[in-house]
């Protein structure tokens, strides 16, 4: 007798569902803010810096809702001064600006003062950054001097033993490795003047 096997629950559309609204969620839009120049440059500075996209800090700062609420009670009676801003258009998050207009709405809270606001939270990493930049720096000096030696001693061993010698062709191929760390700790170092020339209001 062949044993009944087991009935799946039927599970409708419940896994789906929320799967989807996830989705759209995370869908791009495009939103247009009227922010100060330092607020524009901070969140240009961190994605440079920190390799993520824009749209990933506005949705590290607007998913925080508690965190915007809070600050929207701050702004609640605040007029916001629209001299010296600029209109800037933003690819976000469907949900994370879904999540700024509804809580401006139900705190009366300007939108772009909301933005700029929740921004500043994130002047202390700016901060710590431009700390390690400059520790950076002085690393890569040494790092410099360090390539410039073995890039002097391959040469000594050439001369040596000759192009062929089984050394030195182990020492080519690891200055070759030491060549390509070398240009990419320079590149960093070089996106890093964006920390340099930023200044906060």
Not at 37 to 49: F, H, K, R
Request: hydrophobic fraction near 35%.
């Amino acid at each position: 007798m062949k044993k009944e096997e087991e009935k799946q629950p039927d599970m409708g559309f419940s896994l789906s569902n929320p799967s989807t609204m996830d989705l759209r969620g995370r869908q791009s839009v495009r939103a247009t803010f009227r922010l100060s120049e330092a607020c524009i440059d901070a969140i240009s500075v961190l994605s440079a810096q920190l390799g993520i996209k824009k749209k990933s800090v506005f949705d590290h700062l607007m998913e925080d809702a508690q965190a915007l609420k809070d600050m929207a009670r701050e702004l609640a009676p605040t007029q916001l001064d629209r001299h010296d801003r600029i209109q800037k258009t933003f690819v976000i998050s469907r949900r994370s600006l879904s999540f700024l207009d509804s809580i401006s709405s139900e705190y009366d809270a300007p939108r772009d003062a909301l933005v700029e606001v929740s921004v500043r939270r994130l002047l202390p990493i700016i901060a710590k950054e431009r700390k390690k930049h400059e520790k950076r720096k002085e690393l890569f000096a040494d790092i410099s001097n360090h390539f410039l030696k073995g890039k002097g001693l391959l040469s000594k061993a050439k001369q040596t033993l000759g192009a062929d010698d089984p050394i030195v062709n182990k020492l080519q191929t690891a200055m070759t490795s030491y060549k390509n760390a070398f240009d990419d700790i320079a590149n960093f170092i070089e996106k890093g003047k964006i920390l340099e020339e930023f200044q906060p209001e």
